[in-house]
């Protein structure tokens, strides 16, 4: 029987291959990722247990290399961080054939309680019959809120908001289309209206007329598109680190002029979005922790992913929303900060100046990264907001 220093260390290297899933279920297999340097001396052991978490849970197979990781690209990199095997490899590379049972149940455990096990999926069509995969979570008679989360990111890289949220509301979330699933042959709509009637479509799979909807990062131009089309559908909004166009009404930052510049020439043609892949990918992988990386990532895991990435990112960086301001008349909270280097907090501030009914909040410091690492004080701000307002109940059909 595992002792609790190796079941602890079996169940986390079991949650972090689950995490690893959308990326590495992308990549060509086997993965490679870094053996840690306290780890090499172990590295059969070590690999024989990988092996069989990876075999347990249908996942990509991940090779073991004693290349250093600067060796790797950044998607094994990214991995090889996720894994933790420099902490837990001790406890996992003295394990033999016969705890090979015991790893089964822990790996076992570790499925029923992540994230895909928490939350309700299905595919939901569009109006135009594009499939997404849409998640919900909590109770479906509590108030509803739902989330338009980053372009192209998978769902669980707001994992931490939905498990909170999920106590008190009905939260609902979708992957981006075009990137997930049935996305090799992808033909479908590209900008930001059809990106917002996605978010209506989730809504009506699931039986709501009405809900909160939160913008985070790009999601806040989708929710602002929506709200605007849907008055009746949307009773209260908030937008989290906004990415908006605002022609020279607003600054932006470095890194939103260059990933827009960068964007735009790999839509050109897929021969561009392969001469800029791996240009973004280290970029990317640079500037994002290394808790997250493995999940921001994955819209850059091959040219013809980030090419379909460029195509729905581009539309929503684009897109002037300025015109549908005044339309949006739902009571709407503004989040930003003093020093996000990554979305100018102008555009924040210009946005909820023109709304008919906005409240600025405005934090020290964070930017669209750390929002996705669930900080408690946001997270209680957004709660007491939507609880403030007395429509945000949803009326189930």
């Known amino acids: 029987m595992l002792n609790g220093q190796a079941r602890t260390a079996v169940a986390e ?6 995490s690893l899933r959308p990326m590495i279920d992308r990549l060509d297999a086997p993965v490679r990722v870094a053996v840690p340097g306290g780890a090499r001396g172990a590295v059969r052991g070590l690999q024989t247990i990988v092996d069989r978490v990876c075999g347990r849970l249908g996942a990509p197979a991940l090779e073991l290399v004693r290349s250093p990781e600067s060796d790797l690209d950044p998607f094994g990199a990214a991995a090889g961080r996720r894994l ?5 490899g001790a406890a996992l590379a003295v394990l033999s054939s016969d705890d090979l049972p015991d790893v089964d149940r822990v790996v076992d455990e570790a499925v029923s309680a992540d994230f895909d096990s928490f939350c309700e ?11 997404v995969r849409a998640y919900a979570a909590g109770d479906p008679d509590a108030p509803a809120v739902v989330i338009a989360s ?3 990111m998978p769902a669980r890289l707001a994992e931490v908001w939905i498990r909170r949220l999920a106590r008190d509301h009905r939260v609902l979330t979708w992957e981006s289309r075009g990137l997930f699933c049935g996305c090799e042959d992808f033909a479908g709509a590209t900008g930001v209206p059809a990106q917002a009637d996605d978010l209506i479509a989730v809504m009506d799979a699931f039986e709501l007329d009405q809900a909160h909807v939160m913008g985070l990062c790009g999601g806040a131009v989708i ?15 908030s937008l989290w680190h906004g990415d908006f166009e605002l022609g020279d009404q607003a600054r932006k930052t ?26 973004l990918c280290r970029s990317i992988a640079a500037s994002t922790p290394p808790e997250l990386a493995h999940l921001v990532l994955y819209p850059y895991a091959s040219p013809d992913l ?3 990435y460029c195509l729905l990112n581009g539309a929503i960086m684009e897109t002037d929303v300025r015109p549908e301001l005044s339309a949006v008349v739902q009571p709407t909270l503004v989040v930003t900060s003093e020093d996000d280097t990554t979305a100018h907090p102008d555009g924040s501030r210009y946005v909820a100046a ?16 750390s929002l996705f690492q669930g900080p408690p004080d946001l997270i209680d701000t957004a709660s007491r907001f939507m609880a403030e307002k007395s429509d945000v109940n949803p009326s189930h059909r």
Not at 13 to 18: M, R, T
Not at 256 to 274: D, E, F, G, I, W
């Open 13 to 18: 290297l079991a949650a972090a291959v689950l």
């Open 84 to 88: 933790g095997l420099a902490d837990s």
């Open 354 to 369: 023109a709304l008919p009914d906005a409240r600025l909040h405005v934090v020290p410091h964070g930017d669209h990264i």
């Open 121 to 131: 999926q299905r595919t939901v069509r569009g109006p135009d019959g594009v499939g």
């Open 150 to 152: 980053a372009c192209g």
């Open 306 to 308: 980030l090419f379909r």
């Open 254 to 279: 470095e890194h939103q002029r260059n990933l827009q510049a960068l964007m735009t020439m790999a839509t050109r043609a897929k021969v561009s979005a392969a001469g800029v892949h791996a240009v």
């Open 223 to 237: 929710a602002i598109t929506a709200a605007a089309a849907h008055p009746d559908r949307i009773s209260s909004l």
